[in-house]
């Protein structure tokens, strides 16, 4: 196997799922004019993928393609909105927090792809309102009194999901720490990231700020 | 436990209460004093809050799978579903035509349909705004769109539309500022679904209607359930199935009548069915969906009753159609189509 997928093949899977794919995306985003700058994307992404690789579900890559490409719209959202006081703050949160949500080819991340993996796996062992509200907090930004509208339970019991997520993770995180000979602390930067920040905070020296 | 087990457990649920986007100015100054009681209070606040990074990753990525299976969900659904649409519409009214008694979709098929979509989506089809961010929805001339809102209610946009919507705790905000659209609300009656149309509001905990803006006013048709109408210039009235009200722009309301339902949702299925209407108006309903409009020059008798079906998609056909069945001459000019008598 190592033939290359042909674009009519790529074409007609999103032929049939465009539709449906759209229409999600709509609910997603919460407009047309995002949901089709994903779309348009998600097929170029694929399209190029599939110059150099065979792709054997043309389906579930584009889901998951597109699911991606959603991601990180609302996640530039969520940072957009998040700014915070200090440009300083801002500068040095982006250069730590350099993140790809899984497309084809990534960077290196503050965790490790199979750390990620794990993470979930850990949220998945618990009834599926723990990882449900998780998202929903972290992600849509919603408050527990909108998570619990949503999922039909009380705000207290959004919060016992919220203290979950967060004790398992926190749990899973130490243990990882432990593993690479890391102190239970702050999660470690790559070395790049590292180098990154410390000539940033020598410019910040040289211009006489703190 | 130990003392340092009790602090990293409250150091947790303070973070997941500062986590909750509501804390109130008492859980703050609770947490203030907290935090100073102890050093450790706060060393321990401050790991859980620098692994807030490490844990948008995880939500995130998670959210990213999630999106995805949902998706193949939906898509193996829609294959499984032979025809998605037909199911939520019971052959009753179809076929015996449309009376006020008979307009009753097969619900349970609808529900399990809508159910079934909400308890699969929960959380991952809720559009991600702010509150105060309206969600908007609008179609060009022409097309017609199905979107699925965060509650699991559906809205079906007709030709040329505009829709906001905006989901507060309390209540669901509809606001059509154009066009028309069919409502499949999902039943909530902790929260009325409210829909603002010219000079009418309409007002349900869940079910299926339709409303339609013109330059004039607004008409509201409700095809099952119950629909609470208040036009700006009177009192509300109570809408049941088979049933619509015309609210004129200053918000009169003309008498309820009842509706053909097999004509006033043939734009659900792409067509357009007149019964007896006057040509003039059967022409400016089909000139909603074109670029082009369709005029009729001198002699084209206006008044004309029109029966028959159209798919809409189609301009050439329908212009084809018109001609054959009045007699008459298309001529087509730079903005627009001329219907001529013959001869």
């Known amino acids: 196997m190592g033939e290359k997928t042909g674009r009519s093949e790529i074409d007609n899977a999103f032929r049939e799922e465009s539709d449906l794919l759209l229409r999600w995306l709509i609910s997603r985003l919460g407009n047309r004019h995002d949901a089709e700058d994903v779309m348009q994307n998600c097929y170029l992404r694929i399209l190029a993928f599939s110059e150099e ?112 997520a967060v004790k398992t993770l926190r749990g899973l995180k130490v243990e990882q720490n432990r593993q690479e000979g890391v102190p239970p602390s702050l999660p470690e930067p790559s070395r790049n990231q590292l180098r990154r920040i410390a000539k940033y905070r020598a410019l910040l020296a040289q211009a006489g700020q703190k | 436990m130990n003392d340092q087990e009790t602090i990293n457990e409250e150091a947790l649920a303070w973070s997941v209460r500062a986590m909750s986007g509501e804390m109130t100015v008492a859980e703050r100054e609770t947490l203030r004093a907290w935090l100073n009681a102890d050093p450790r209070h706060a060393a321990a606040f401050e790991e859980h809050e620098d692994l807030s990074g490490m844990f948008d990753e ?61 308890v699969a989506g929960a959380g991952f089809l809720l559009a991600t705004r702010t509150p105060v961010e309206p969600l908007s929805l609008a179609t060009a001339i022409g097309e017609q769109q199905e979107v699925a809102l965060e509650d699991g209610s559906q809205v079906s946009l007709n030709t040329n539309s505009r829709l906001s919507v905006v989901y507060t705790r309390r209540e669901r905000q509809v606001t059509l500022l154009a066009g028309e659209a069919m409502f499949d609300v999902e039943k909530n009656p902790e929260r009325p679904f409210i829909v603002d149309a010219s000079a009418v509001r309409i007002e349900v905990t869940g079910t299926r209607f339709n409303v339609r803006r013109a330059t004039g006013g607004a008409t509201v048709s409700v095809i099952e359930g119950s629909v609470r109408v208040t036009p700006a210039g009177s009192s509300a009235v109570t809408l049941s199935p088979g049933q619509s009200l015309f609210v004129s722009a200053n918000g009169a309301a003309e008498p309820v009548a009842s509706f053909d339902a097999g004509s006033a949702l043939a734009w659900t299925e792409g067509k357009a069915r007149f019964r007896e209407t006057p040509l003039r108006e059967a022409i400016a309903d089909l000139n909603r969906y074109y670029q082009k409009p369709i005029t009729l020059a001198r002699g084209v008798p206006v008044e004309a009753p029109l029966t028959g079906e159209f798919d809409v998609a189609d301009q050439t056909s329908v212009v084809r159609a018109l001609s054959a069945a009045f007699s008459l001459t298309a001529t087509e000019e730079t903005d627009r189509i001329v219907l001529r008598p013959v001869g």
């Open chain 1, 53 to 164: 690789n065979h792709i054997d579900n043309a389906r579930a890559l584009i889901f998951r393609t597109a699911s991606n490409l959603a991601i990180d719209e609302i996640r530039r959202r969520k940072r957009a909105r998040t700014s915070t006081m200090s440009p300083e703050a801002d500068e040095e949160r982006e250069l730590i927090a350099n993140i790809d949500s899984g497309a084809p080819d990534c960077e290196k991340m503050l965790m490790t792809r199979e750390d990620i993996t794990e993470a979930i796996e850990a949220l998945d062992a618990h009834p599926p309102n723990v990882k449900r509200s998780f998202i929903l907090s972290r992600v849509d930004g919603k408050t527990y009194a909108e998570i619990a509208d949503a999922l039909g339970v009380s705000i207290s019991a959004v919060e016992k999901y919220m203290i979950k």
């Open chain 2, 58 to 118: 995880v939500a995130f990525a998670a959210a990213a799978e999630e999106g995805a299976k949902e998706l193949m969900r939906l898509s193996d659904r829609k294959r499984a579903d032979a025809h998605p649409r037909e199911t939520r519409r019971a052959p009753s009214w179809r076929a015996s035509g449309a009376r006020a008694s008979r307009i009753a979709i097969d619900r349970r098929q609808a529900v399990a349909a809508g159910a079934a979509l909400f």
